[in-house]
């Protein structure tokens, strides 16, 4: 037991929640590594956001356990905690430097503690020349933005954060990627959840997959990537592959846009499709032999149709 709170800061066991006939979380169990970004990762409604509030004690679990460090989750682990909702909850009347001084003040920080560290945050996120703007005359991203910089102001130990990059674009995504790594520098344990599998995968040490209320595939990224890649073929071409379509070395073709995933039968058959591909003069701009993304593994578990049913509600 004593090894086991060494490494893990959280250990969650056979966490169960129901809402009425609705499971959202059946017999969950995972651990949070020391020093990890851990991603909590699966399709919208499977669960994510439940878990997480169960975390953060705001929904009861019907049963199971929450462990921190080796003992029952509570307080301690509340008050070191930062926690980004999934439905942010900003008061819209405030202005902004009042809103961060508000939050700090609930995780008992005075003004005079954290004024620099928040002004240097408004001016990271390029919010400072809004610092007495009205919330609500903020625009969705740039709420977004105060609520992130509203969740670490304390200087939190530990970051919880469900689906932090919803709603921003491209250049604060970056920003806000650069930070959350910045904290895992720092030693910061953080769990964030996200249907996002490119994200997971670039920021994660460890992710745990959970699909209809139940945990499909929890490890490192390293090895469940290493579990998965066997066979497989990345690959990113110009001209026509539909030749391999049938052929008895394959056993799987799925195009995901930018690039092709390929499954062979045998190990043998991977330099197979090469020269197959080169004698059929097709233009290989990448083949990446034994490779698999977490995009690919998702699929591969989950099933394409609750992929594309997500992106329609997208």
């Keep these: ?81 930062g926690y980004l909702p999934e439905e942010r909850g900003l008061y819209k009347k405030l202005k902004v430097l009042e809103t961060i001084f508000f939050f700090a003040e609930l995780k008992n920080k005075s003004k005079k503690q954290i004024e620099k560290r928040a002004i240097e945050l408004l001016k990271k996120f390029d919010l400072f020349d809004r610092r007495n703007s009205k919330v609500e005359d903020l625009s969705k991203g740039n709420q977004q933005k105060l609520q992130f910089i509203c969740t670490v102001i304390h200087e939190p130990d530990y970051l919880v954060l469900d689906e932090p990059f919803s709603g921003l674009d491209p250049i604060n995504t970056n920003i806000l990627k650069e930070m959350i790594l910045e904290f895992k520098r720092q030693g910061k344990v953080i769990i964030f959840s996200t249907h996002l599998m490119e994200f997971a995968e670039k920021m994660c040490d460890h992710v745990v997959m959970i699909d209809k209320g139940k945990i499909v595939l929890s490890g490192s990224i390293l090895d469940i990537k290493k579990r998965y890649s066997h066979r497989n073929i990345s690959l990113v071409y110009d001209g026509d592959i539909s030749f391999l379509k049938g052929d008895s070395m394959i056993e799987s073709i799925e195009d995901y846009g930018n690039y092709t995933g390929i499954k062979v039968k045998e190990e043998s058959d991977v330099q197979n499709v090469l020269s197959a591909l080169i004698s059929h003069k097709v233009n290989v701009r ?16 989950v099933g394409a149709d609750s992929e594309n049913n997500e992106k329609k509600e997208n």
Aim: charged content about 20%; proline content about 2%.
């Design 1 to 81: 037991n004593r090894e086991r709170s060494v490494m893990h800061l959280l250990e969650v066991k056979n966490l169960k929640k129901s809402f009425g006939n609705i499971e959202a979380v059946n017999d969950v169990s995972f651990t949070v590594p020391q020093g990890a970004i851990t991603g909590l990762i699966g399709r919208n409604g499977a669960g994510k956001t439940t878990t997480i509030r169960m975390l953060m004690n705001i929904f009861l679990p019907d049963s199971g356990d929450i462990l921190f460090q080796g003992a029952s989750a509570g307080i301690e682990f509340q008050e070191k905690t």
């Design 286 to 301: 990448s083949f990446i032999a034994n490779d698999i993304s977490l995009h690919e593994i998702f699929i591969s578990l």
